[in-house]
């Protein structure tokens, strides 16, 4: 299938495990690759959206929120559909009693914990660290303020780009990588007018300026000219973060805009924007093969409007 071309499509998705999730102006779908081989597609309406989904400079918290709970609950599911028909390893007593305490609810008490942990983790990697950090170094060298809002900036995206390299180490990231790389393939394909074939998708550009990589570096630079403009304490690191937390969804509400803009429009500006995100999407992508590429034409495909072009921006 294939659209005039030299557009800038709507449609986005996210890599799972052995798959592909797209989203469309409609329509979401997921497809997995079943250890049988064969893919596992699944499909579902979505929900108008509310004028604070909608609205510009207010809609990126919302959007954002639900992005990342949708992206979760179809990372799960991948998980489960992926593992089908596959042995597995006695459960542990531990294990046992847990599945006797909560029943069916197990599965959500993991999700609940497992994000709170990621949560947590988040906060101490790129608030509370980089404050510690910077306030050790400030102890040894007279800095302004301005001084150590700018150090740690710089200390939070090293820590963002080293965190993703060194996942990258890992045999089933690198693979979620791959299909990472198979999903913005497959939608410069698309938007470049070509047919939706494996051959097509091959020739594309694994690098795409709507990209959750770029906007997470857009959030990270974007609080780092918010807070040198805006003063935040740096007596009480406690008093810093939870302050920091405060304004961060007007920060996420900036990157949102600007990473739309980028997705939207091809010109200087949006180059110069989209071009740190780009180079780190050599750590969050790898060149797929042709069986992930498959995946992702499968989840595409069903996210695609029956009115020609009204996925456009």
């Avoid at 909608?54 to 609950?73: E, L, Q, W």
């Avoid at 963002?160 to 791959?178: H, M, N, Q, S, W």
Wanted: with cysteine; glycine share 8%.
């Amino acid at each position: 299938m294939a659209n005039k071309g030299g557009f800038k499509t709507q449609i986005g998705g996210q890599a799972l495990i052995e798959g592909v999730m797209m989203r469309g102006p409609k329509v979401e779908a997921m497809a997995v690759r079943l250890p049988s081989g064969e893919i596992d597609v699944e499909k579902w309406d979505l929900k108008p959206a509310k004028w604070y989904r909608k609205t510009p400079f207010i809609r990126g918290p919302f959007n954002f929120v639900t992005s990342m709970v949708d992206g979760y609950k179809c990372l799960s599911k991948s998980a489960d559909k992926s593992m089908q028909g596959v042995e597995s390893e006695e459960p542990s007593k531990f294990e046992k009693w847990l599945t006797d305490k909560l029943g069916d609810k197990l599965m959500a008490v993991v999700m609940v914990i497992a994000s709170i942990l990621g949560v947590a983790l988040a906060l101490g990697l790129f608030l509370f660290l980089p404050a510690l950090i910077t306030k050790g170094i400030s102890l040894v060298l007279p800095l302004s303020d301005f001084a150590k809002t700018c150090i740690e900036g710089v200390i939070k995206i090293t820590v963002f780009v080293c965190y993703i390299g060194l996942t990258a180490l890992l045999k089933d990231i690198r693979r979620t990588y791959e299909y990472h790389g198979a999903e913005h393939k497959t939608i410069a394909c698309y938007e470049a007018g070509d047919e939706l074939t494996v051959e097509n998708v091959k020739k594309h550009c694994r690098f795409h300026p709507r990209c959750g990589t770029s906007f997470m570096f857009l959030v990270l630079f974007i609080s780092i000219i918010v807070f040198s403009l805006f003063r935040v304490p740096w007596d009480n690191l406690a008093l810093r973060v939870l302050i920091k937390l405060c304004v961060l969804p007007v920060i996420v509400s900036l990157a949102y805009e600007v990473i739309k803009l980028a997705g939207r429009y091809d010109n200087i500006f949006t180059k110069i924007v989209s071009a740190p995100g780009l180079w780190i999407q050599r750590l969050t992508t790898r060149e797929p093969d042709d069986s992930q590429i498959e995946c992702a034409i499968a989840a595409f495909v069903p996210c695609i409007p029956e009115e020609k072009g009204s996925d456009r921006w």
